[in-house]
């Protein structure tokens, strides 16, 4: 019987798996998929032009000039040429050069290669993102393309298969819209098999990806959920619209039934929006953040209880909202779009995943 992988190939259109350690040459792993060249380099011809030149000249120096340049069906001139460099650099002056003028190169230090793969190792990131955190960051200046080039050139370069465009639209100004959802259920590990059932809740701003609110909940209903609401409209105002799915803390269970969630947003005057059924782009912004949360948090860390998790999660709202760019954003925080926040961080003291190499990164750049 055939193999049924072989009958039924994989969806060249899937996402590539991400986070794959794979070893490159020289025993270096980096964080990558495959672990070889998307593309093995061409073979060079360099050395059977030297070859054929080298049998000119020899043959040359056998028969003469003028009988090798018509036995190999070169010109004379060609011929003169390679046989006075032969006569003054032996075969070496036989290599074809280049005859455009030498430019001069930028030239990246190996202190910058370094540190991006030190970057790599702990983030995965891509190169754009890297070279515009290193930028932004003032490590260094450095090309998207340097990096691709470094991560061939030692075998790991990674394939990915970019999703679909879907719809997509944005608010001309912050609190505007807001979208608000509610993940989970989460369980919670105490100890031996006592668990505690959670869920969390968020809410974004529409324009400028900014994380109005972020709390962990026992309990997924509207009463908890409209508390926490007041005190985010405290912090941040009022938007004029909020968007949510159909699920039930947000909507009634009767039609034309409020429920208090609706009710509460009725007595603010704030505009309800709600997703179209089997439509979840439409509630995008929230529904990404979900995917930075689940990777950079959930994936990584293990609570030992509430206060842990709340704790946890506290960090990476301050880190999401004033420290972490964002590519949509054209490499920007979304504290700076929501507010003019400025964004003032220098090296990885502000990168939960970095952090700890700042005292290592301060010693390479002041030995550089």
């Known amino acids: 019987?055939?193999?049924?992988?072989?009958?039924?190939?994989?969806?060249?259109?899937?996402?590539?798996?991400?986070?794959?350690?794979?070893?490159?040459?020289?025993?270096?792993?980096?964080?990558?998929?495959?672990?070889?060249p998307a593309h093995p380099p061409a073979r060079s011809k360099q050395l059977d032009k030297v070859r054929f030149r080298m049998r000119a000249v020899r043959l040359a120096g056998e028969s003469g000039p003028e009988a090798a340049s018509a036995e190999l069906g070169i010109s004379p001139r060609s011929l003169y040429r390679w046989l006075a460099a032969y006569q003054t650099g032996g075969i070496e002056a036989l290599v074809e050069r280049s005859r455009k003028p030498e430019r001069l190169r930028k030239t990246i230090p190996t202190w910058v290669d370094m540190v991006i793969i030190a970057i790599r190792l702990h983030t995965y990131w891509n190169s754009k993102r890297i070279a515009a955190e290193?930028?932004?960051?003032?490590?260094?200046?450095?090309?998207?393309?340097?990096?691709?080039?470094?991560?061939?050139?030692?075998?790991?370069?990674?394939?990915?298969?970019?999703?679909?465009p879907g719809p997509r639209y944005e608010r001309s100004r912050p609190n505007e819209l807001w979208h608000v959802d509610i993940k989970g259920p989460f369980f919670i590990n105490l100890g031996g098999r006592n668990y505690i059932k959670t869920w969390i809740v968020g809410l974004v701003d529409d324009h400028s990806r900014f994380l109005v609110g972020l709390r962990i909940l026992t309990e997924a209903k509207a009463v908890p959920i409209v508390r926490w609401l007041d005190e985010c409209f405290e912090l941040c105002g009022q938007p004029l619209q909020l968007m949510s799915d159909n699920g039930k803390p947000f909507v009634g269970w009767m039609p034309g039934l409020l429920s208090s969630f609706g009710k509460r947003l009725a007595e603010l005057h704030i505009r309800h929006l709600r997703t179209q059924i089997t439509s979840p782009w439409t509630n995008g912004k929230i529904e990404a953040f979900w995917d930075i949360l689940q990777a950079e948090v959930l994936d990584r860390e293990r609570f030992a209880g509430l206060a842990p998790a709340e704790a946890a999660l506290d960090r990476f709202a301050e880190y999401y909202n004033y420290h972490r760019l964002s590519k949509v954003l054209g490499w920007l925080t979304p504290a700076e779009r929501y507010n003019g926040t400025p964004f003032a961080d220098r090296g990885?003291?502000?990168?939960?995943?970095?952090?700890?190499?700042?005292?290592?990164?301060?010693?390479?750049?002041?030995?550089?």
Do not use: K
């Open 1 to 36: 019987m055939p193999d049924s992988a072989q009958l039924n190939p994989s969806d060249p259109r899937r996402r590539i798996r991400r986070h794959n350690y794979q070893e490159g040459p020289g025993f270096l792993f980096l964080a990558t998929q495959n672990g070889r």
């Open 134 to 164: 290193m930028n932004r960051r003032q490590i260094y200046q450095v090309g998207p393309d340097h990096i691709d080039q470094l991560f061939q050139n030692r075998g790991c370069s990674r394939g990915t298969v970019p999703r679909p």
């Open 348 to 368: 990885f003291q502000n990168v939960p995943a970095l952090a700890h190499l700042q005292p290592w990164l301060t010693e390479v750049m002041n030995a550089a």
